[in-house]
Nanobody, 119 residues
């Protein structure tokens, strides 16, 4: 089994910054991709940013130029630096990992961390 432990989140003013981190723990697995999704009340879950093990990144159009995702392969961790935050970034942010275990691909989710952008 793989567990994802998230940290960061909370209340931040518009224009502010916040950093989210997520670390995967367990045994017998290899990270394929890690990333962050978010879900706001009444809206569908959407991909915010993701990074592959070899460093290829992808971002939602709404966060390009403001958010930066980075990975730490040695620690099976991923970080999301969020700058110039807007009220519409308010959501529960969930860490996601696609991992290879026993020759098959598995997906895991963190419990989620609330990010609220408000003055």
């Amino acid at each position: 089994q793989v567990q994802l432990v998230e940290s960061g989140g909370g209340l931040v003013q518009p224009g502010g910054s916040q950093r989210l981190s997520c670390a995967a723990s367990g045994s017998g697995f290899g990270i394929v991709t890690m990333g962050w999704y978010r879900q706001a009340p009444g809206k569908q879950r959407e991909l915010v940013a993701a990074i592959t093990r070899n460093g290829i990144t992808s971002y939602a159009d709404s966060v390009k130029g403001r958010f930066t995702i980075s990975g730490d392969n040695a620690k099976n961790a991923v970080h999301l630096q969020m700058n110039s935050l807007k009220s519409e970034d308010t959501a529960v942010y969930l860490c996601h990992a696609a991992v290879l275990r026993e020759i098959s691909l598995h997906e895991y989710w963190g419990q989620g961390t609330q990010v609220t952008v408000s003055s």
